[in-house]
T-cell receptor
Framework: DAGVTQSPTHLIKTRGQQVTLRCSPK?????VSWYQQALGQGPQFIFQ???????QRGNFPDRFSGHQFPNYSSELNVNALLLGDSALYLC??????????????FGSGTRLTVV | AQKVTQAQTEISVVEKEDVTLDCVYE???????LFWYKQPPSGELVFLIR??????QNEISGRYSWNFQKSTSSFNFTITASQVVDSAVYFC????????????FGKGTSLLVTP
């Protein structure tokens, strides 16, 4: 049973460009959350998707947007990339109302470097 | 303001030593959850434990144990007889009803266990 799958593993983009990161949740999970982890820091909550809608959002600008598809997979889009967007982007999946029980399942992340 | 404080940035111990990782949290909710995650160099966050605010029982799982004390808003994690494989970054996290149960992470404690 596959856990959370994220692609790509690594990515290098130029400042000002746009990027799309992808996440496939663990089988049976219907909720996807995205986190940004800067080097040496704890992950920061970006937003959460459930039933193809953004349900919760952290303190991130509108340059960060997302989408959830009918198969529960999700995309994170970042426009007008800044050097400060360089980070590990983690996707976490859970089952609605059970996220507190199993603590979410995280993927290995996408390492984004903006140059 | 930081809701989860992990005061220890780095800890280094010799194999077989016991080590305690501290976590202090801040919340106004009466319903909340506390987590510990392990992040090895691969980047994936590995779930270790979840505790809800109504359950102050301490828990032991093999060499791992957790001490939850609401009176001091602490949720400390002890590894007994540490092993080299325990080397990783450990994160304490809080999820609150107030924030839709998004995970709010501390900055992490990097644990190095040397032979």
């Amino acid at each position: 049973d596959a856990g959370v799958t994220q692609s790509p593993t690594h990515l290098i983009k130029t400042r000002g460009q746009q990027v799309t990161l992808r996440c496939s949740p663990k089988s049976g999970h219907d909720t996807v959350s995205w986190y940004q982890q800067a080097l040496g820091q704890g992950p920061q909550f970006i937003f959460q998707y459930y039933e193809e809608e953004e349900r919760q959002r952290g303190n991130f600008p509108d340059r960060f947007s997302g989408h959830q598809f009918p198969n529960y997979s999700s995309e994170l889009n970042v426009n007008a990339l800044l050097l400060g967007d360089s980070a590990l982007y983690l996707c976490a999946s859970s089952l609605e109302n059970d996220g507190q029980e199993d603590g979410y399942t995280f993927g290995s992340g996408t390492r984004l470097t903006v140059v | 303001a930081q809701k989860v404080t992990q005061a220890q940035t780095e800890i280094s111990v010799v194999e077989k030593e016991d080590v305690t990782l501290d976590c202090v949290y801040e919340t106004r909710d009466t319903t909340y959850y506390l987590f510990w995650y392990k992040q090895p160099p691969s980047g994936e966050l590995v779930f270790l434990i979840r505790r809800n605010s109504f359950d102050e029982q301490n828990e032991i799982s093999g060499r791992y144990s957790w001490n939850f004390q609401k009176s001091t808003s602490s949720f400390n994690f002890t590894i007994t007889a540490s092993q080299v494989v325990d080397s990783a970054v450990y994160f304490c996290a809080l999820s609150e009803l107030y924030s839709g149960y998004a995970l709010n992470f501390g900055k992490g404690t990097s644990l190095l266990v040397t032979p």
